[in-house]
């Protein structure tokens, strides 16, 4: 495994790549949701790349950028261990060379809602990201956690409106035995929080065996949700492409909470039954 810090040396590295190339970008901290996204690109791809930066566009001003966990050891471990041929480390100056980029790509509406209403100018500092890594990396396929729901969403639609040449691949969430969904900031909750996290998976299971008896999901999910030490930000039920929810067929239940400090998100598909 070849890993490299700046652009020069990810040019060279990558020219020497043949054959269809996978990326998984990521913001460090790898853990079983991540080795689930470097299997998937490993089975599908001839090389894979992985990336290792934590995007400071996609912080606001109160958020965790700061204290967010960087592990580059052990994450380069995690990427030998799951057959990466080629690992981007940069550092901030390497992906914004001028400071903050002056020219953003704009989400629109699809990233005002949800997460873009919670957490103003996420979308535009991670579509940027994104589109700047898949320019540096050149990749035939980028492989997605659907953890990340609305990230994927608007993704694909970033690749389909700017005609980009690659393929988005989505990957089913990894979950703890529990029922929480793996995520680098889950190593933030205290034992008590983590306890209470587990209201986001069991409202949304409460969510789907509802829609599969013709009920009311996102009112089920509701109820379901337990707030205790736990604050509901948004749980909604919605299409697959993040519009208003059919009244048959599948459908998509998201949610979001504050558990302590520390902001979680969820989501699972649904079926519908009318």
Not at 64 to 81: I, M, N, Q, S
Not at 126 to 137: A, E, G, R
Request: proline share 7%.
């Amino acid at each position: 495994m070849k890993v490299v810090h700046t652009r020069e040396e990810l040019a060279q590295a990558r020219s020497a790549l043949t054959g269809s190339v996978g990326v998984v970008l990521t913001m460090g901290a790898l853990h079983e949701g991540h080795e689930a996204l470097l299997r998937a690109a490993r089975a599908r791809a001839d090389h894979l790349v992985a990336t290792i930066f934590v995007n400071p566009l996609q912080f606001g001003p109160n958020e965790d950028f700061g204290r967010y966990p960087r592990t580059l050891e052990k994450d380069l471990a995690v990427c030998a261990a799951a057959g990466v041929d080629l690992v981007f480390a940069p550092s901030r100056a390497d992906i914004y060379p001028d400071g903050e980029p002056m020219v953003r790509v704009n989400p629109g509406p699809l990233g005002e809602i949800l997460e873009g209403a919670s957490r103003p100018g996420f979308f535009h500092g991670v579509l940027t990201v994104v589109l700047k890594l898949f320019q540096l990396t050149r990749p035939d396929f980028s492989f997605f956690g659907e953890k990340d729901y609305q990230q994927v969403t608007l993704v694909r639609r970033m690749v389909r409106d700017l005609d980009l040449p690659v393929t988005i691949v989505a990957v089913p969430t990894v979950r703890e035995p529990d029922g929480l969904a793996r995520s680098s900031r889950n190593r933030y909750l205290a034992p008590a929080e983590r306890v209470a996290a587990l209201t986001l998976s069991a409202a949304l299971r409460a969510g789907v065996a509802a829609a599969g008896r013709g009920e009311d999901a996102e009112a089920a999910a509701r109820a379901a949700f337990d707030g205790g030490t736990a604050k509901l930000d948004y749980l909604v039920l919605t299409d697959p492409d993040l519009g208003p929810p059919p009244a048959k067929g599948p459908g998509r239940l998201l949610v979001a909470a504050w558990v302590g400090s520390t902001r979680l998100i969820d989501n699972v598909p649904v079926e519908l039954v009318a």
